[in-house]
T-cell receptor, first 112, second 111 residues
């Protein structure tokens, strides 16, 4: 069966520090991969999606970047965190353009 | 472009009462519609989905939703609420390969 792993679960980082969140999927090949951010009381904002290795689409301009070095690995990064980067980050995957998404457990990022 | 509107950011019901969470969507192409549930500090789990065919779809935990094209709605219902149903619920629409989520509805179940 397919599983998705996302880590760490919580992270407290100082302003100006770098960020690296990792997401891996097991049990499937060539998944579509997504990074979402969820602010309190708000819906999910799509940050990045990828349909293949090295193929990244950014949905909103921001202080973050994403990379897909391997088929089932998706990384969210920042060189210098801002206070406004705090939030709940979710990685997700699906197998087709209109299929349901499967989510990781999320990372609670607090920038202090 | 596509969008999702969830009417009511907070819904409170008594245990055993009917649950109704409202979702309206807009899409320029026939949509695929989903409801997800999120428990605190966790990811989202799929409750049910509509792709094609029968407009009344049944999901896990006794939930169901009806796709009404004329009303552009996909409301989520459950006949009798349980305490364990307390969570946040998200409606989502997929069209042309992208998912758009509503802002979510927090369901509170009172004993």
């Amino acid at each position: 069966s397919q599983t998705i792993h996302q880590w760490p679960a919580t992270l407290v980082q100082p302003v100006g520090s770098p960020l690296s969140l990792e997401c891996t999927v097991e049990g499937t090949s060539n998944p579509n991969l997504y990074w979402y951010r969820q602010a309190a009381g708000r819906g999910l904002q799509l940050l990045f999606y990828s349909v293949g290795i090295g193929q990244i689409s950014s949905e909103v301009p921001q202080n973050l970047s994403a990379s897909r070095p391997q088929d089932r690995q998706f990384i969210l990064s920042s060189k210098k965190l801002l206070l406004s980067d705090s939030g709940f980050y979710l990685c997700a995957w699906n197998s087709g353009t209109n299929t349901e998404a499967f989510f990781g457990q999320g990372t609670r990022l607090t920038v202090v | 472009a596509q969008s999702v509107t969830q009417l009511g950011s907070h819904v409170s019901v008594s245990e055993g009462a009917l649950v109704l969470l409202r979702c309206n969507y807009s899409s320029s192409v026939p949509p695929y519609l989903f409801w997800y549930v999120q428990y605190p500090n966790q990811g989202l789990q799929l409750l049910l989905k509509y792709t094609t065919g029968a407009t009344l779809v049944k999901g896990i935990n006794g939930f169901e939703a009806e796709f009404k094209k004329s009303e552009t709605s996909f409301h989520l219902t459950k006949p009798s609420a349980h305490m364990s149903d307390a969570a946040e619920y998200f409606c989502a629409v997929n069209a042309k390969g992208k998912s758009t989520f509503g802002d979510g509805t927090t369901l509170t179940v009172k004993p």
